[in-house]
């Protein structure tokens, strides 16, 4: 007994004295550690530790007014492949070789650009030189396409086994494509230099955000990445773009430049009471005739405004007492020389206006009447009249958030940097001898909508950052009455004189679906040194004006410049692209809200809706939703005509083979029936066909064209 307790006792002591010099053991290697080879193990762990990696944050979105995405980042990819990760090397490179048919084969399928051989031969060539990052696809990949890219053979193994690297880049991209291209702007492909242009340029402080701080420590044979400093991403921009009401814009300039070739086209659509810039666009013509957002000319272009400025001049005139739009001038034959130049009226070689009223000036245009009662008002001190000018603050800068906006030059008579003469004055009345960018010219026209509030346009509306509003921008009076309320009315008068009267250089402005008042404007464009016509005369063509004219929304301008096609008028080319805006964009606001305004102009008489040209199952099935009478029919297309109490119903014959009469019809009806008849079909404008280039009747031959107009 007492020797088995011996044992144990012995067994346990040894034990016992293991346990104790292990311990010494430990605390020995320790003190080893830290005081003797202290420097070695802290130089080996630096090596292994990357210190103050910056962590980028997220560049804030830019979004419409109401919530639409209109700018993101979103991350891409280049991919390299490190051949000299040691894991390719063991075992005389039996890894790499293993894989590398398979690889290059994959790689081939996945990128397309490059056969399985090229691949394997530049892989191969690589490995034997070294290569630390081999590109294996010069363009950037999205994350989708690196997730797939790491299945492939020898990746699916990892970046420490393959050698895989990935270098991530953002990319910044619009849902809407180009739609406010330039007002939205772009950023440099380096994202750490921020904006280029635009929103993105001058709010690019508030989108950047604040990088943070990592370390990157290798761990176990992998890399681990821990955050001392978070990144704060950027802040996100709500501008006060409608996505719907820029849409309009940019289709209705498109098509209105393509019609007369114009170089340029631009057009501003702003809420009259709040400033809220609603759509810009800015197209410009390239060289195989495209045309592109390259420049914010909206907002930047210096130029002679022409015949829109001669509202300004006669406002002053009459806010000073020293005119009135009743007075009589005489225009004569259309020719009339101020000093030693000759002033021309449009209709100058069909005999001139001979004796008109001063609105009638405006109405049509004449540049001899309006510039004959400024040089009456104010040839003695034209000081007083620039002075008036001044006193409206249509020269006062308006700091808006576009980068590269310009600003008015209005010269004054003791100006001593700038030649005044006694031919100034009568030109400046009319347009000339000064230069306001398009969207000071729209504002000056928002003032007289705006019951005489001159504001700033604006195209931001709030800064936000993680949902909660950081700074609000609302509008801001730059001049709180322009001139008299009398004054106003006289000027809103001539205005709607210019749309309606008999005289009116924008009669074609005129619509039935809106009342309009503005503007016309055609200046020949100054070739600096070369005059107006070195090289041919150029023009610049406007209208500028608001809607509706009972109780204005909306204030738009549009400009073309070096128009191709056609007598350069303004009242025809940009009058009729406002035209179309207005109609449309008032369409899009009833429908969006109807209001009071809506029902009170409904003709209580008439109940029984217009209804298009088409299918009537369809019409049927509107019609007993809203429980209105309809007469009887057993075809499937129809005319419906509204009457007094219920909607008549004509036969239209479709037959396979013979081109119907498509007049009234929708788009979509129309368009239907020709495509069952084998024909393909183009389709221009909007709304109901007004015409068709095949006459009804015709044999449709399968295959042929045909073109229907739409208005």
């Given at each position: 007994?007492?020797?088995?307790?011996?044992?144990i006792?012995?067994?346990?002591g040894?034990?016992?004295?293991?346990?104790?010099l292990?311990?010494?053991?430990?605390?020995?290697?320790?003190?080893?550690?830290?005081?003797?080879?202290?420097d070695?193990?802290?130089?080996?762990?630096?090596?292994n530790?990357?210190t103050?990696?910056?962590?980028?944050?997220?560049?804030g979105?830019?979004?419409?007014?109401?919530?639409?995405?209109?700018a993101?980042s979103?991350?891409?990819?280049?991919?390299?492949?490190?051949?000299?990760?040691p894991?390719?090397?063991?075992k005389g490179?039996?890894?790499?070789?293993?894989n590398?048919?398979?690889?290059?084969m994959?790689?081939?399928?996945?990128?397309?650009?490059?056969?399985?051989?090229?691949?394997?031969?530049?892989?191969?060539?690589?490995?034997q030189?070294?290569?630390?990052?081999?590109?294996?696809?010069?363009?950037?990949?999205?994350?989708?396409?690196?997730k797939?890219?790491?299945?492939l053979?020898l990746?699916?193994?990892?970046?420490?086994?393959?050698g895989?690297?990935?270098?991530?880049?953002?990319?910044?991209?619009r849902?809407f494509g180009?739609?406010?291209?330039?007002?939205?702007?772009?950023?440099?492909?380096?994202?750490?230099?921020?904006?280029?242009?635009?929103?993105?340029?001058?709010?690019?402080?508030?989108l950047?955000?604040?990088?943070?701080?990592?370390?990157?420590?290798?761990?176990?044979?992998?890399?681990?990445?821990?955050?001392?400093?978070?990144?704060?991403?950027?802040?996100?921009?709500?501008?006060?773009?409608?996505?719907?009401?820029?849409?309009?814009?940019?289709?209705?300039?498109?098509d209105g430049?393509?019609?007369?070739d114009?170089a340029?086209g631009?057009?501003i659509?702003?809420?009259?009471?709040s400033?809220?810039?609603?759509?810009?666009?800015?197209?410009?013509r390239?060289?195989d005739?495209?045309?592109?957002?390259n420049?914010n000319?909206?907002?930047?272009?210096?130029?002679?405004?022409?015949?829109?400025?001669?509202?300004?001049s006669?406002?002053?005139?009459?806010?000073?007492?020293k005119?009135?739009?009743?007075?009589?001038?005489?225009?004569?034959?259309?020719?009339?020389?101020?000093?030693?130049?000759?002033?021309t009226?449009?209709?100058?070689?069909?005999?001139?206006?001979?004796?008109?009223t001063?609105a009638?000036?405006?109405?049509?245009?004449s540049?001899?009447?309006?510039s004959?009662?400024?040089?009456?008002?104010?040839?003695?001190?034209p000081?007083?009249?620039?002075?008036?000018?001044?006193?409206?603050?249509?020269?006062?800068?308006?700091?808006?958030?576009?980068?590269?906006?310009?600003?008015?030059?209005?010269?004054h008579p003791?100006?001593?940097?700038?030649?005044?003469?006694?031919?100034?004055?009568?030109?400046?009345?009319?347009?000339?001898?000064?230069?306001?960018?398009?969207i000071?010219?729209?504002?000056?026209?928002?003032?007289?909508?705006?019951?005489?509030?001159?504001?700033?346009?604006?195209?931001?509306?709030?800064?936000s950052?993680?949902?909660?509003?950081?700074?609000?921008?609302?509008?801001?009076?730059?001049?709180?009455l322009?001139?008299?309320?009398?004054?106003?009315?006289?000027?809103?008068?001539?205005?709607?004189?210019?749309?309606?009267?008999?005289?009116?250089?924008?009669?074609g402005v005129?619509s039935?679906?809106v009342?309009?008042?503005?503007?016309?404007?055609?200046a020949?464009?100054s070739?600096?040194?070369?005059?107006?016509?070195?090289?041919?005369t150029?023009?610049?063509?406007?209208?500028?004006?608001?809607?509706?004219?009972?109780?204005?929304?909306y204030?738009?301008?549009?400009?073309?410049?070096?128009?191709?096609i056609?007598?350069?008028?303004?009242?025809?080319?940009?009058?009729?692209v406002?035209?179309?805006?207005?109609e449309?964009?008032?369409?899009l606001?009833?429908?969006?809200?109807?209001s009071?305004?809506?029902?009170?102009?409904i003709?209580?008489?008439?109940?029984?809706?217009?209804t298009?040209?088409?299918?009537?199952?369809?019409i049927?099935?509107?019609?007993?939703?809203?429980?209105?009478?309809?007469a009887?029919?057993?075809?499937?297309?129809?005319?419906?005509?509204?009457?007094?109490?219920?909607?008549?119903?004509?036969?239209?014959?479709?037959?396979?083979?013979?081109?119907?009469d498509?007049?009234?019809?929708?788009?979509k009806?129309?368009?239907?029936?020709?495509?069952?008849?084998?024909?393909?079909?183009?389709v221009?404008?909007?709304?109901?066909?007004?015409?068709?280039?095949?006459?009804?009747?015709?044999?449709?031959?399968?295959?042929?064209?045909?073109?229907?107009n739409l208005?």
């Open positions: 007994m007492s020797d088995k307790r011996k044992n006792v012995l067994r346990f040894i034990v016992y004295t293991i346990i104790c292990s311990f010494f053991l430990v605390i020995y290697r320790i003190l080893v550690i830290q005081f003797v080879e202290h070695k193990w802290m130089a080996l762990a630096a090596q530790i990357k103050n990696i910056v962590v980028k944050p997220n560049r979105n830019i979004y419409a007014c109401d919530g639409r995405l209109m993101s979103i991350p891409t990819y280049y991919v390299y492949m490190d051949l000299r990760v894991a390719l090397h063991e490179g039996k890894l790499f070789k293993n590398i048919d398979s690889l290059s994959c790689l081939s399928g996945f990128f397309r650009d490059k056969s399985a051989y090229q691949y394997k031969a530049l892989l191969a060539r690589a490995y030189n070294g290569t630390g990052e081999f590109q294996l696809y010069p363009k950037k990949i999205t994350y989708s396409e690196l797939q890219l790491k299945t053979p990746f699916r193994l990892g970046r420490n086994k393959s895989l690297i990935s270098k991530v880049l953002f990319r910044r991209v849902p180009s739609l406010a291209k330039r007002t939205i702007g772009d950023i440099y492909a380096e994202e750490s230099k921020g904006g280029k242009n635009g929103i993105e340029l001058s709010f690019n402080t508030n950047l955000g604040t990088p943070g701080i990592s370390t990157r420590e290798k761990v176990a044979n992998s890399y681990m990445n821990t955050i001392q400093v978070e990144p704060i991403d950027g802040m996100d921009i709500t501008t006060t773009i409608d996505v719907d009401l820029q849409d309009i814009a940019e289709k209705a300039l498109m430049v393509k019609k007369f114009a340029v631009y057009v659509l702003m809420e009259v009471h400033g809220e810039v609603k759509a810009i666009v800015n197209l410009q390239n060289e005739g495209t045309y592109t957002e420049k000319g909206a907002v930047s272009d210096m130029a002679e405004p022409g015949s829109t400025f001669k509202v300004a006669l406002m002053a005139a009459i806010d000073d007492g005119v009135k739009i009743t007075d009589t001038i005489n225009t004569y034959n259309g020719l009339f020389k101020f000093g030693t130049r000759t002033m009226d449009h209709n100058a070689n069909h005999g001139g206006y001979h004796k008109i001063v009638q000036a405006i109405y049509a245009s540049n001899i009447g309006i004959r009662a400024i040089v009456k008002a104010y040839g003695h001190n000081s007083e009249f620039v002075n008036k000018l001044y006193a409206m603050k249509l020269n006062e800068r308006m700091n808006l958030e576009i980068p590269g906006a310009a600003s008015p030059q209005i010269k003791n100006d001593k940097t700038h030649e005044w003469s006694n031919t100034t004055l009568p030109w400046m009345s009319v347009g000339y001898e000064t230069q306001i960018p398009p000071y010219t729209l504002a000056f026209y928002n003032s007289i909508a705006n019951d005489g509030k001159l504001i700033r346009p604006f195209f931001v509306k709030s800064i950052h993680n949902g909660q509003i950081i700074k609000e921008f609302t509008t801001e009076v730059i001049n709180p322009i001139c008299k309320p009398s004054t106003l009315r006289d000027i809103r008068s001539t205005l709607l004189g210019v749309v309606e009267d008999k005289l009116g250089t924008a009669q005129r039935k679906y009342r309009i008042a503005g503007k016309s404007g055609t020949q464009i070739q600096g040194k070369g005059g107006y016509k070195t090289g041919g150029k023009h610049q063509v406007a209208f500028c004006g608001y809607f509706p004219y009972e109780k204005p929304l204030t738009c301008i549009c400009v073309m410049r070096q128009p191709g056609g007598y350069a008028s303004g009242g025809t080319m940009t009058g009729s406002f035209k179309n805006i207005a449309q964009v008032m369409a606001n009833s429908n969006r809200k109807p009071h305004m809506d029902t009170d102009s003709d209580k008489e008439h109940m029984i809706p217009v298009k040209v088409g299918y009537y199952k369809a049927q099935t509107v019609m007993n939703a809203f429980k209105l009478p309809l009887a029919n057993s075809t499937d297309w129809v005319k419906a005509f509204a009457e007094e109490k219920q909607t008549r119903i004509e036969k239209i014959v479709v037959t396979k083979n013979v081109v119907p498509l007049s009234g019809m929708g788009a009806d129309a368009v239907f029936i020709l495509e069952n008849m084998g024909l393909n079909v183009q221009i404008g909007r709304g109901k066909v007004i015409s068709q280039n095949m006459k009804p009747g015709t044999f449709a031959r399968k295959g042929s064209s045909v073109m229907i208005q």
